[in-house]
């Protein structure tokens, strides 16, 4: 079952360039999922009763283009291939002119938040989303990041109350601001992000220490950035972006 709403691209969601910033995409990414859960009766009022919730494990992401300061967006997601403890969730993101601008997969677990493990998801949540089980669409888990060889640079980052969401640990969004941190400024400034692939390895929780590796190479038409981010005793996250030259 596909839901939709339109946004508007606000001034604190945009970056020195007027481009919606990643993690302010992400952040909407979020935001239409857990309104389609409450539409459906099954948001956080239900997670909190029932202590239950769902954890993103991976993202896979391509930019055709980033929305800017102002501009009218209308964003679709869509659940499905639910199975016994992950779901696939699909986003499609438009212009007022219909054009793609971004298009997104993720991969989810329903988890105990008291046992912080994986519950089996019930009949009735499936149903809930439209009967989106494994035999109504292909389940797929993503690709997995590789591991990052060596590193150009590290930065330390102390985990704080804010970074914390409903599922008490650090919310995923939070990774893209460590991961992009530790970016040069040359890269940032000359090429744009075309295509994202993230794997949540670990959870992490208030005052842990992580720390944010990047590696550069040069790959097909721009540069891939290879992320780790590690605590005291994980590695709780990899990514992979994807860098094209500015026009």
Request: hydrophobic fraction near 35%; charge should be neutral; include cysteine.
């Amino acid at each position: 079952m596909e839901y939709c709403k339109d946004y508007f691209i606000h001034y604190y969601q945009v970056d020195r360039n007027r481009d919606l910033t990643i993690v302010s995409l992400i952040r909407i990414l979020e935001d239409i999922a857990i309104l389609q859960s409450e539409e459906v009766g099954y948001g956080l009022d239900y997670y909190e009763r029932e202590k239950v919730g769902w954890m993103l494990s991976r993202w896979e992401i391509k930019i055709n283009q980033l929305p800017k300061f102002k501009e009218k967006i209308k964003l679709t997601t869509r659940p499905q291939a639910m199975n016994r403890f992950y779901a696939n969730r699909y986003y499609w993101l438009y212009n007022e002119e219909g054009d793609l601008l971004v298009e997104a997969a993720s991969l989810w677990i329903f988890f105990n938040i008291e046992k912080r493990r994986p519950q089996a998801v019930s009949r009735e949540i499936i149903d809930a989303y439209a009967g989106t089980d494994r035999n109504e669409y292909p389940f797929t888990r993503l690709d997995e990041v590789e591991e990052v060889p060596s590193y150009d640079y590290s930065k330390k980052f102390e985990v704080s109350t804010d970074a914390i969401d409903v599922n008490n640990h650090v919310n995923n969004s939070r990774y893209f601001s460590w991961a992009l941190s530790v970016v040069k400024k040359e890269i940032i400034t000359n090429y744009k992000i075309s295509e994202i692939r993230v794997n949540y390895l670990k959870e992490t929780n208030i005052n842990d220490k992580v720390m944010s590796f990047y590696h550069s190479k040069a790959e097909g038409d721009g540069i891939s950035t290879l992320h780790s981010m590690k605590n005291e005793m994980h590695e709780v996250c990899r990514m992979k972006i994807h860098w094209t030259r500015k026009q």
